[in-house]
């Protein structure tokens, strides 16, 4: 039986009734690097109570001028399509899961 995957919007997904945090990226971006194993960890330790999304704001223009970001990396939290925290900039891994688990 042939299988379609329907791809999500970046609305559909950040709608949802779970936390995502959303990462405002660039490919060439230092400290977007360096937020990669800090996300990595934070989804380890937080498992299905967070989802965690990458937007390469290269690629996705249109998403990063909607939300104004303006700096990479700009991490911001939304549940029910309501932002409910943002911050442009690395976050050390133990000041993100005290943010992130401030709304789990």
């Given at each position: 039986m042939y299988n379609q995957k329907i791809m999500e919007t970046f609305s559909d997904v950040i709608s949802a009734?779970?936390?995502?945090?959303?990462?405002?990226?660039?490919?060439w971006c230092g400290p977007c690097k360096a937020m990669h194993p800090v996300l990595e960890q934070l989804k380890q330790q937080l498992g299905d109570r967070l989802r965690i999304i990458?937007?390469?704001?290269?690629?996705?223009?249109?998403?990063?001028?909607?939300?104004?970001?303006?700096?990479?990396?700009?991490l911001m939290l939304f549940r029910g399509?309501?932002?409910?925290?943002?911050?442009?900039?690395?976050?050390?891994?133990?000041q993100l899961m005290g943010i992130v688990e401030s709304y789990v």
């Open positions: 009734d779970r936390l995502v945090l959303v990462d405002f990226f660039a490919t990458k937007i390469d704001v290269d690629k996705n223009q249109a998403v990063a001028a909607q939300y104004q970001v303006q700096a990479v990396p700009t399509g309501r932002q409910l925290w943002r911050q442009s900039g690395a976050v050390p891994l133990q």
